[in-house]
């Protein structure tokens, strides 16, 4: 093999910026270790700061505090449930172990602030093991200015995350901004918002610097790049790992400044770049069909640190419940760029006067179940009958309170999504059908039939709100059940979704060290993954919020100790 000529030096080099790349970091930093951290784009966030924030913790320190002790037999005993065979015990032992260690220490610090959900069901509540809230948390509010200049680097949050062109908001915003003419107490909260905002752009901001979700995850995370002095390189892609004769990663060729830059990472080199969702040869052999380009992440995953680490010898895991964590996505077509998508996550489906129907127009689904299992049940029922796209169908009363998709709530225009023919609306059940496609007296039948049911609170076909999760999202003040409402008279609406993604769940082998293993299950020298370049600790599976970086904080962590610690 020649002789590398390596043009920098570090002890530990990370390729990509979102939560498991900058944990890994902040945690090689914290041990004493020198640092790169390497990201393809020109933002600093990745899939993480895009997301909802969710962090799924067991065990953790604040989970008694939250109203939910837990027991590491009753979280054991929920995996059991839900992940089963799907993921190696010893991985998920490994996590369910070093979770709450990571939260500790990052928490301790001063890196991440996180709060326990004190009401927040786990997706499955009726199962063995199950806990009503505490095991998932959320960041705390951050505050953009703190990142002086560097805010514009931090990646952007969905469009659909904000309001007002770059407002951001939660769901505890969004109940008050609706209610803001008839409480007090709700117009005072919205008129905060709005004020703050409002400042935020006399002083020139591009978008509001009250921070939520996974976008605060990640700018808490940048933050602490930023006060330790942590060295990080944008728009510089990694096009290589570099190893020895013997197969250990030595370290990785990066394109930096108009040139390529031979990095050495004399404790290793840690992948985690998102994922595959936009790598459309390798999604095509590994998602079921039908698939297409209807994934949320940012189309900047393409599955390089995967194909960095095969090259390199490591192994992708072929045994999984499911290849990616599913989301039903509508999508605006646009003329003068990417189509906007947006994820049917927690706010519509779940609310009492909608239902879900199929090409057939038949109902197939309970449509306040989580978003993995909808699109789950969207497959299942394409096998037999066509239900890709399918298509969340409510009246103008549902439509005015809630929204549905892009349409917002509250009287907001929504002529030009109509125009654009993202939103369908009929005066009847026939006309809608007829824009649907599918046969008219089909759909006056299911509408008719989930009337009558829905009248008297109850769903015998699909159980609707029958679970602690289905009604945590529904309408509390709606009784007796809140995701139940008969639809009413026309207009209707409708919009078609797809099975869309958050994420890929397949990924490198690994160990219980993040360290990648090659096809005999043996670790590879100095590489390490974590976040989704990492074969899901959940199989595939999606049992409760967080649980995609709850494990990349986890093993971002869990690399960036063993990079540390080990022997070399």
């Known amino acids: 093999m020649d002789r590398i000529e390596w043009d920098k030096e570090v002890d530990a080099l990370v390729v990509g910026s979102g939560a498991g790349g900058m944990a890994a970091a902040l945690t090689a930093h914290e041990e004493g270790l020198s640092v790169l951290l390497v990201e393809k784009t020109d933002r600093i966030g990745g899939s993480t700061a895009i997301s909802g924030g969710a962090v799924w913790i067991p065990l953790n320190a604040q989970s008694a505090r939250a109203g939910h002790p837990d027991t590491l037999e009753q979280v054991w005993t929920y995996l059991e449930q839900t992940v089963g065979a799907a993921a190696s015990d010893d991985m998920k032992r490994a996590y369910l172990d ?99 905002y409002g400042w935020d752009r006399a002083r020139g901001y591009h978008r509001g610097t009250r921070l939520l979700l996974g976008n605060a995850l990640a700018a808490q995370l940048f933050h602490g790049l930023l006060t330790r002095g942590i060295e990080y390189w944008l728009d510089a892609p990694a096009h290589a790992l570099l190893r020895d004769a013997e197969g250990r990663v030595l370290g ?77 996505v509508s999508i605006l077509a646009s003329g003068n760029g990417a189509p906007l998508h947006y994820p049917h996550l927690v706010w519509d489906r779940a609310k009492p006067g909608l239902i879900a129907v199929n090409g057939a127009g038949e109902r197939f689904v309970n449509e306040s179940t989580s978003y993995h299992e909808f699109v789950q049940a969207m497959y299942r029922s394409h096998a037999d009958t066509p239900s890709i796209p399918a298509f969340l169908v409510c009246d103008q009363r549902f ?42 007296d089909a759909l006056q039948a299911t509408v008719e039939r989930y009337n009558s049911q829905a009248a008297q609170g109850t769903d015998p076909d699909f159980g609707k709100g029958s679970t602690a999760y289905n009604r945590y999202l529904g309408d509390p003040e709606h009784q007796p059940n809140p995701c139940l409402a008969p639809l009413g008279d026309g207009p209707y609406y409708a919009v ?34 974590a976040g989704n370049d990492m074969q899901s600790v959940m199989g595939g599976a999606y049992p409760a919020p967080g649980i995609t970086l709850g494990p990349a904080l986890t093993f971002g962590w869990v690399a960036g100790q063993h990079l540390a610690h080990a022997q070399h």
């Open 496 to 529: 078609k979704v797809y099975p869309g993604d958050i994420g890929t769940a397949c990924g490198i082998a690994a160990n219980a060290n993040a360290q990648a293993l090659d096809t005999a299950g043996a670790p590879i020298p100095g590489l390490y993954v």
């Open 252 to 328: 990785a060729a990066i394109s930096h400044e108009g040139k390529t830059v031979n990095v050495r990472a004399r404790r290793g080199v840690v992948v985690a770049t998102g994922g595959f969702p936009w790598d459309p040869e390798r999604r095509a052999r590994t998602y079921p069909q039908p698939t297409g380009n209807w994934s949320m992440s940012p189309r900047d995953n393409t599955g390089d640190g995967i194909r960095l680490s095969e090259q390199a010898g490591a192994a992708l895991e072929r045994d999984y419940a499911s290849p990616a964590f599913w989301a039903p």
């Open 98 to 196: 070093a979770g709450p260690r990571m939260m500790d220490y990052l928490v301790s610090r001063g890196l991440l602030q996180l709060a326990a959900r004190t009401a927040s069901p786990d997706y499955y509540p009726d199962r063995p093991g199950a806990a009503m809230g505490g095991r998932s948390l959320d960041p705390v509010e951050f505050d953009g200015r703190k990142l002086g200049s560097r805010f514009a680097s931090l990646r952007d949050p969905l469009k659909e995350f904000t309001v007002l062109g770059g407002m951001m908001v939660n769901i505890t915003d969004v109940r008050h901004l609706l209610r803001a003419t008839r409480s007090f107490s709700a117009w005072r909260h919205s008129m905060a918002l709005v004020l703050r």
């Open 399 to 440: 439509i005015d309170t809630w929204g549905l998709g892009l349409a917002l709530p509250g009287g907001r225009p929504r002529q030009h999504l109509i125009d654009q023919g993202y939103l369908l609306q009929a005066p009847t059940l026939a006309a809608l059908a007829g824009k649907l496609g599918t046969p008219a």
